[in-house]
């Protein structure tokens, strides 16, 4: 089971999240800011390895939290 590291309710199992998506910065080449809105939105990298991750604790106390994440063993990486 995954657990996420809460800053104010502690370490608590993955169902109390929602995942929020990748936090990635957008592509510096697209200039428009429909088409930047579009990438950073639908074009996920989903890499293997470590991927920064929002999430949002949905049943704690509803603060969204930033989370480093191995994608391949899914454990959080301090």
């Known amino acids: 089971m995954l657990w996420l590291p809460c800053s104010n309710c502690g370490r608590r199992p993955v ?8 936090l990635r910065v957008p592509d510096e080449a697209i200039v428009d800011p429909a088409a930047r809105d579009l990438d950073y939105v639908w074009m996920q990298d989903n ?5 920064t991750e929002r999430w949002f604790h949905a049943a704690g106390c509803r603060r969204w939290l930033t989370v480093r994440r191995d994608t391949a063993t899914d454990s959080v990486v301090a």
């Not at 169902?15 to 990748?22: L, Y």
């Not at 890499?47 to 991927?51: A, D, F, L, N, T």
């Open 47 to 51: 890499p293997e390895g470590i991927s």
């Open 15 to 22: 169902e109390e999240f929602t995942f929020g998506g990748e």
